[in-house]
């Protein structure tokens, strides 16, 4: 539960939260776009000089919903009565009544502080006074072509959606076919580079001053271990491991307890994306799923059982569903409800790592009802990590190897 006043809600709100696509305020004066996170209702939009405002929904006049307002001469003007808000939710015009030049400095509607870096339009909805400094996340300093991104509107509890980055034994399941990946150019898993042969990998986990690093172990046909590297930062930030060159990273944004935003991020740090993998990504349908136009809902989604393919399940992919972020919905959307029951679950070792960030985020949002500030909201150049890939001899110390992954990259 993240609504305002509850214990994760007020936990994330300590944190700056990616809100939307600065795609979606294409320019100065554009229409305004509704906005729901953390359980409130917002409405964003972009001023005369392409600053970006999020303020509550409804203008503190009579209640209007203020996404039907016009956006001009730097506010946003509720077409109600013609009240008139600044970015910064000051009332700048009350043009309806003789009181209205003295009365429109007593009036405000709430806004959050924002932060428009890489593409994304990032909100602080939490105290002023405890407001930290900005993620200092290494892809936040790249060009626009080293980066792509996507985002999706998914209809389950952000932290259901968020478990699977942390669960290595689904993917030779999952996100597998018939051939064992030989004849799927992104699951290929060539010797000696992913014992993915290994069904049953196991992990060596820490706690970090930005959240868990986990390594998932697995045996190679060579008896060498194959060590791939994940870290969970607070509070729904994940690194999934890529390639070598192209990395990634998820965030799971709580619209409400029901519905989440993921957004799917593909970088490299010291080049452009190869104009191959922007095709991929944008057409290719496996990486990052089509979506229907002017929406962020999948074409495969729960309404039509996720386009499953069942003469496909039965000849050549695992699960049928052509998408690899789809075949993950498909099991998450609907785990007993879009808030998962998990009193019914019979967790087993290969859960670890799950049950880890559970019991450290809930810690989280404990600690601050008791006054105790998470370290990360403080501090966040911790979470400059990336993720990882080794090979290892047998007996290695995976412990000791992990430790220069959790420390933050210059």
């Not at 030049?101 to 602080?124: C, F, H, M």
């Not at 930062?233 to 519905?259: E, K, W, Y």
């Not at 670890?352 to 009802?369: F, G, H, Q, W």
């Amino acid at each position: 539960e993240t609504d305002p006043g509850t214990p994760m809600g007020e936990l994330f709100r300590r944190f700056w939260l990616p809100a939307m696509l600065s795609e979606e305020l294409p320019g100065a004066e554009c229409p305004p776009v509704r906005l729901r996170i953390l359980g409130e209702n917002l409405v964003s939009f972009r001023d005369t000089n392409g600053t970006v405002g999020v303020l509550d929904a409804y203008c503190p006049h009579r209640g209007a919903p203020l996404f039907f307002g016009r956006n001009e001469a730097c506010g946003l003007r509720c077409v109600y009565h013609g009240w008139k808000f600044d970015v910064h939710g000051a009332c700048v015009d009350l043009p309806n009544v003789p009181e209205g030049n003295v009365y429109k400095d007593k009036v405000r509607v709430t806004s959050y502080p924002v932060i428009e870096q890489a593409g994304l339009i990032w909100v602080y909805m939490g105290p002023s006074d405890k407001k930290p400094p900005f993620y200092r996340f290494a892809w936040l300093d790249t060009p626009d072509s080293h980066r792509f991104i996507q985002k999706l509107i998914i209809h389950c509890n952000y932290f259901q959606s968020m478990e699977g980055d942390f669960d290595a034994t689904h993917a030779p399941f999952l996100h597998s076919t018939l051939d064992n990946n030989a004849s799927n150019l992104h699951l290929r898993i060539r010797e000696n580079e992913g014992g993915m042969d290994d069904m049953m990998p196991r992990y060596v986990l820490e706690d970090t001053p930005y959240g868990n690093i986990f390594g998932a172990i697995r045996k190679q046909k060579d008896g060498k271990n194959y060590v791939g590297v994940t870290h969970w930062i607070m509070p729904c930030f994940t690194t999934p491991g890529a390639s070598p060159q192209v990395l990634q990273m998820n965030f799971r944004v709580p619209v409400d307890d029901t519905h989440t935003m993921h957004y799917r991020l593909r970088y490299a740090l010291n080049a452009p994306l190869s104009d191959r993998e922007l095709w991929e990504n944008k057409h290719g349908g496996f990486l990052f799923p089509e979506v229907i136009p002017d929406t962020f809902t999948p074409v495969a989604n729960k309404s039509n059982d996720y386009l499953v393919d069942r003469l496909a399940q039965r000849n050549y992919s695992y699960t049928g569903i052509k998408s690899f972020p789809i075949q993950d919905l498909a099991m998450i959307e609907d785990q007993w409800g879009p808030i998962a029951q998990r009193w019914l679950e019979h967790l087993v070792s290969s859960d670890e790592a799950i049950i880890r960030v559970r019991r450290n985020l809930l810690k989280a949002a404990r600690d601050l009802s008791k006054s105790i500030e998470p370290t990360l909201a403080q501090t966040p150049e911790e979470a400059r990590v990336l993720p990882g890939r080794m090979v290892l001899p047998p007996d290695a110390d995976v412990a000791a190897a992990l430790r220069p992954h959790m420390q933050a990259q210059p």
